[in-house]
């Protein structure tokens, strides 16, 4: 009987030693198992912001290009009534006026007058096609802003014009010309109307 004292609670004592060691392992399973969903949510946040970030600095980095799409150009074509004349990007013949002065540049068309010939104005570089940009300036008007000068002299619209092309201010009150892409007067008295109306004109005396 002694004998088989030993083998009888060797048996227990083993089984006891391998359900420590099983647990043991179930318990760093778990561990491991807590660590790993908190480690994948971490990537995938990172991979998130790491997403979102470029979107940003691509919509940051395109709003100047949308900014800066609409400037002020001058651009020399030619007149099939006066030769070659400047108008501005949409077209509109651009005029100066006698009583203006080029050197030193100065506009002497304000309120009413600046009404009916709109100063041609622009805050940002100006730029040109057919036109030499080194006689493209600017100077400072009553109220501030920057109108265009083309060899000095301001540059206008006329509110008789009301398409592309047309030159109707051409010669009013004997002190408007369109402008060359110089800078000089284009020649003639009078662009697409034989003789400017009232209507085409605008009714526009005293000068302007």
């Known amino acids: 009987m002694p004998k088989f004292a030993t083998p009888m609670f060797a048996a227990p004592r083993f089984t006891a030693r391998r359900m420590l060691a099983a647990t043991g392992v179930a318990v760093l399973a778990l561990a491991a198992g807590a660590c790993g969903p908190d480690t994948a949510a971490g990537s995938g946040g990172s991979a998130a912001t790491s997403a979102a970030v470029p979107p940003a600095a691509a919509a940051t980095s395109s709003a100047p290009a949308t900014g800066g799409t609409g400037g002020v ?34 506009s002497t068309c304000v309120d009413a007058c600046a ?44 509110a008789g014009d009301t398409a592309a092309g047309q030159t109707n201010g051409q010669g009013v009150g004997g002190t408007w010309f369109a402008s060359t892409p110089e800078g000089k007067k284009a020649p003639g008295t009078t662009g697409q109307a034989a003789s400017p109306t009232a209507a085409q004109s605008g009714g526009y005396s005293g000068g302007y």
């Open 73 to 106: 150009r001058l651009v020399a074509v030619k007149s099939a009534t006066l030769g070659p004349v400047v108008t501005d990007a949409a077209g509109r013949t651009l005029y100066r006026f006698d009583k203006d002065t080029a050197k030193p540049s100065a």
């Open 115 to 158: 009404a009916k010939w709109p100063p041609l104005t622009a805050q940002d570089a100006v730029q040109v096609t057919g036109v030499d940009s080194a006689l493209v300036g600017s100077v400072a008007r009553p109220d501030g802003t920057k109108q265009v000068t083309l060899n000095g002299w301001p540059l206008y619209r006329f």
